[in-house]
Nanobody, 123 residues
């Protein structure tokens, strides 16, 4: 599976961005696509995931601000990011795999990774 991420950029606090992750194949039963991010000097962390059955998962700090969605016809997952904060500044990575439910928030649960896209939020 190849993943192509796009949509990063620079915005001021309170602004919005939409990230896209196009996969080379559609999600199959048991699979998930997710977004992780890594800020300078910090470990990669889970942001959001979309499971094949339509369930979505978010880290607490982005709930109510970020929305993950899927266009199955385009094999693309989106991350709509609203009310961005400087703390959201990071390189964002999309990922795909077949994580078990307990691993859906863990990078180890994903086998395929796209290139990162930089999101910079200024105060």
């Amino acid at each position: 599976v190849q993943l192509q991420a796009s949509g990063g950029g620079s915005v001021q606090a309170g602004g919005s961005l939409r990230l896209s992750c196009a996969a080379s194949q559609r999600m199959s039963s048991g699979s998930a696509m997710g977004w992780f991010r890594q800020a300078p000097g910090k470990e990669r962390e889970f942001v959001a995931a979309f499971r094949w059955n339509g369930y979505t998962y978010y880290r607490d700090s982005v709930k109510g601000r970020f929305t993950i969605s899927r266009d199955n016809a385009k094999s693309t997952v989106y991350l709509q990011m609203n009310s961005l904060e400087p703390e959201d500044t990071a390189v964002y990575y999309c990922a795909a795999g077949s994580p078990i439910l307990s691993s859906i928030r863990m990078s180890q649960g994903y086998n395929y990774w796209g290139q990162g896209t930089l999101v910079t939020v200024s105060s």
